[in-house]
């Protein structure tokens, strides 16, 4: 996908909001990845995916990734000779314990959910190698005692050396003699050896080794003749403890290394399906909705949101005081169609920003769309998948400063121009702007001439009156507008498909505070043809309306013709079904016989028929140790 689009449009901004909703490391990297596809069947299977853990969650909610951890890279180094450290095992094993967790939660997955049960079976069962960590590696990332027979029996020594090494020191410091040679009365270690801090005056004073001195030179540490023997032996001891357990981590990491296809495939799939939960989350966090996919490469959004602008207004109204009505903060929805009565879609309106977002709502929604991510729109909606999404925007409009910018981009749109073809979506903001307003028209002109005959469905924003006459030129061209608000100058972002818009700028100008004299001399200075323009598209746009509620009105009554219809026919299948069982049951009643078993409706219990009185309608039938007399009706029967 173009990554010049993917920018404009703000998608990083998607991928962050998805990645906030994730539960470990796993789903947030792979959040942050997510890119759209142009294959119509990688985006259909992401789909089906999603709808299907989305049905699976919605019984047995959200899976559980406690202690799970993004293990991938220690994975991969488990390779001899190198070995894993205990902190890395300790971890490998809540994230296998947690994998198991997420293995379980699949469990009872329905046969209908084949492509999450294809990804549950990703995950493999490492209960052997987490048994073998935990034997050797305690909780709290250190080699246990009994990892080894060998290790247990060296760290007893290593005790019994290091009480006898600390009854000699103790025996020296129970000295008055000594301990007033000492800098102060404690031992003290150096390189795990036991040692005393005699003053620098009294060298000599304390038969044994002299290791070093203090920085200040005032402290000498020595190690006492009598503990030179012990010391040794515990560095001997602490150098086998060492030997010993780096024999468990390489053994260790050995198995590691034997499962690590497996290992990382299981990783992997804990990253798909802690994405599959972010997802729902993020869906259910702005009531998002997946589309339906259309094969046909039409556009169908309905009351469409533009998901940047909820996290920015949302964001706004929890972090701040509202100074604005929450009317004007809200985000308003919009009705969008292409490809099908008509492929370009021209948005006209006042230089307010509103069409630039009605913009960049379509092409980041179809973004979202083709990476396999519910959209913000009602169900209903549909979605192709596009060969390329093409965008050219001001540079410095963006939906989180909420800024409007006129300036053209010839460059990138001839560029656009040369990728565009059937199966491309091209979105066009303020088409002639910033040249002459002839020549930037006659530029759009032929602009818009060429995406047709390539067969591309567009989306244009232009405030330019001349290019308002094209949707009524070609029938494969509408006009749409932006409605405005001229008493507060805000856009009220409403998209009306049909209508065309007027950029209002004499009366906003006036809004603004120009003096009346000069907005009548504007509107004097106005041409002519304008004018007549203006009258002749408002004579067009009547007519349309007109035709537009007559053809709703054909629609009702149609539907209601169908509806009453299919009524009929439904209670006459009803009717004859009914029949079809009372003429069953009466065959089967005439049939009975004392010892036949029936089922007494109104005891909910199963009997035996004892006697029959059809004068009556009526039979005795024995239900455990009782009989009671019920009616015909009451009964039924397994055959």
């Not at 000295?175 to 031992?187: D, E, H, M």
């Not at 010993?244 to 290992?263: C, F, S």
């Not at 300036?407 to 910033?434: F, N, P, Q, W, Y």
């Not at 002109?445 to 924003?461: E, F, N, S």
Request: hydrophobic share 45%; charged share 25%.
């Amino acid at each position: 996908m173009d990554a010049h689009t993917m920018e404009k449009l703000e998608f990083e901004r998607i991928r962050q909001l998805v990645a906030d909703q994730a539960q470990c490391a796993l789903g947030r990297e792979l959040a942050s990845r997510i890119t759209p596809s142009r294959a119509a069947g990688q985006v259909a299977q992401w789909l089906d995916q999603a709808k299907q853990f989305e049905a699976f969650a919605a019984r047995h909610g959200l899976p559980p990734f406690g202690g799970i951890t993004d293990l991938r890279a220690v994975v991969k180094r488990a390779v001899p000779p190198a070995k894993l450290e205990p902190e890395e095992f300790a971890k490998l094993s809540d994230t296998l314990r947690g994998a198991g967790n997420v293995r379980r939660y699949f469990g009872p997955l329905e046969a209908g959910a084949a492509l999450v049960r294809k990804l549950a079976d990703r995950i493999g069962d490492f209960a052997t190698i987490i048994e073998r960590i935990d034997a050797v590696i305690d909780a709290h990332g250190r080699v246990r005692d009994d990892a080894s027979a060998r290790l247990a029996r060296i760290r007893r020594d290593i005790d019994d050396v290091r009480l006898a090494t600390r009854n000699v020191f103790d025996r020296l410091l129970r000295q008055p003699g000594v301990v007033r040679w000492l800098q102060y009365p404690n031992a003290t270690f150096h390189a795990d050896r036991m040692v005393l801090p005699l003053r620098a005056e009294q060298r000599g004073r304390i038969p044994g080794i002299v290791h070093r001195s203090s920085d200040s030179g005032q402290t000498l540490f020595v190690e006492p003749a009598e503990a030179v023997e012990l010391n040794n032996r515990l560095m001997n001891l602490l150098q086998d403890e060492s030997d010993e357990i780096n024999r468990i981590l390489w053994e260790l990491t050995h198995l590691v290394h034997l499962n690590q296809a497996e290992l990382l495939r299981t990783l992997e799939t804990l990253a798909v399906v802690d994405l599959l939960a972010a997802k729902q989350r993020f869906a259910a966090r702005w009531s998002l909705a997946y589309a339906a996919l259309n094969t046909a490469g039409r556009v169908k959004l309905i009351q469409a949101r533009n998901p940047i602008l909820l996290a920015i207004f949302s964001a706004h109204e929890s972090t701040s005081a509202a100074t604005e009505s929450a009317s004007v903060r809200s985000v308003v929805p919009i009705d969008v169609r292409l490809g099908d009565d008509f492929d370009i879609l021209m948005i006209t309106g006042p230089n307010t920003g509103g069409k630039t977002a009605a913009l960049k709502t379509v092409g980041l929604i179809s973004l979202m769309h083709q990476s396999g991510l519910p959209i913000p729109a009602s169900p209903g909606s549909e979605m192709p998948v596009f060969d390329g999404i093409w965008i050219d925007v001001g540079d410095e409009q963006s939906l989180q400063q909420s800024l409007s910018t006129f300036s053209a981009h010839l460059g990138r749109i001839l560029d656009i121009l040369r990728r565009a073809r059937k199966g491309t979506l091209v979105l066009l903001d303020e088409l002639g702007a910033g040249t002459d307003p002839d020549e930037g028209a006659a530029i759009g002109r032929a602009i818009i001439d060429h995406l047709l005959h390539c067969g591309c469905l567009a989306m244009i924003t232009t405030h330019l009156g001349a290019l308002k006459a094209v949707g009524y030129d070609h029938p494969r061209v509408d006009n749409a507008s932006v409605q405005f608000d001229i008493e507060s100058l805000r856009p009220t972002y409403e998209l009306r498909i049909g209508e065309p818009g007027h950029s209002s700028a004499i009366t906003i100008a006036t809004k603004l505070g120009m003096p009346r004299r000069l907005a009548d001399a504007a509107r004097k200075h106005l041409a002519g043809r304008h004018r007549a323009l203006h009258r002749a598209i408002a004579g067009t746009l009547q007519s349309r309306r007109d035709a537009e509620r007559a053809r709703r009105d054909a629609d009702a009554a149609r539907s209601e013709a169908a509806k009453a219809a299919l009524t009929a026919v439904d209670i006459a299948r009803k009717l004859a079904e009914q029949k079809s069982r009372y003429a069953a049951w009466v065959e089967r009643v005439m049939r009975l016989q004392p010892g036949d078993a029936v089922f007494v409706r109104r005891f909910d219990k199963p009997g035996r028929v004892v006697r029959i009185k059809l004068e009556r309608q009526q039979a005795v039938v024995a239900m455990d140790s009782m009989e009671a007399e019920v009616p015909l009706a009451e009964l039924s029967f397994s055959d």
